[in-house]
């Protein structure tokens, strides 16, 4: 289990949490606009934490923290994610995961065991243009859509996050993709940021009042929809 960074304190990360935020390392997406790049391509540019390590930290944190964010890359790649979840619960701690979706099968056993307590899952783009928003020439839009349909049944507090790019993201996307989570609890249309280490290159947000209209597709489909980051 590779775990590629530890972040100690958030007060952003887990909604409503005072929490620290573990990076696992490996992703099975190459979103040109993600920015955890070396997190996906296992590059130098991240840590390599033991896992004694990060739960002895935790152990340490036990009367601090309230919760532990789990990101990555995709935490749910590895075989192992959910050991580590399990010990993470086993010490008291509220777990956040955030996940693309893909790995359904182990997102569903993770929810149906209580292992997780609130959910992030990034809704790329509508799913015509999946492939291309993930790098990849195709897209496994059935686990996808598994993965939606579960969050929305309601067991587990959860958000849908889709980054905002330009070249990615039109109106009519946000439409479709407000028809396919029509009711969601919550969905958090997220402002583009180069961070500087992207997979891709040349890539820009849009302007405040672009982001506004989206804004207001959006919640057409989900009320409660957000921006994030602006």
Not at 64 to 77: F, K, S, Y
Not at 162 to 186: C, M, N, P, Y
Request: glycine share 10%.
């Amino acid at each position: 289990m590779k775990i590629s960074g530890l972040q100690k304190l958030t007060l952003l990360d887990f909604p409503g949490k005072t929490a620290c935020t573990v990076f696992l390392g490996g992703c099975n997406f190459r979103c040109p606009f993600c920015h955890n790049a070396s997190l996906v391509l296992g590059s130098d540019g991240s840590e390599n934490i033991p896992e004694e390590e990060f739960l002895a930290f935790l152990e340490s944190r036990r009367n601090r923290l309230d919760g532990v964010a789990v990101t990555g890359g995709e935490p749910l790649i590895s075989d192992n994610a959910e050991a580590l979840i399990k010990k993470i619960k086993a010490l008291g701690f509220a777990v956040k995961l955030d996940t693309n979706g893909t790995y359904s099968e182990r997102l569903s056993r993770l929810i149906e065991n209580g292992l997780v307590d609130y959910v992030a899952m990034d809704i790329k783009n509508s799913p015509h243009k999946y492939a291309k928003t993930i790098g990849l020439s195709s897209a496994p839009l059935g686990k996808i859509e598994e993965s939606i349909h579960l969050l929305m049944n309601g067991k587990v507090g959860y958000e849908f996050r889709t980054t905002l790019v330009k070249g990615f993201h039109t109106q009519a996307d946000i439409e479709t993709i407000g028809k396919w989570i029509t009711g969601a609890e919550r969905w958090y249309l997220q402002a583009f940021k180069d961070s500087g280490e992207l997979i891709g290159e040349g890539l820009e947000g849009f302007s405040r009042e672009e982001y506004l209209s989206f804004l207001d597709t959006a919640r057409r489909f989900v009320p409660n929809a957000q921006l994030r980051g602006l």
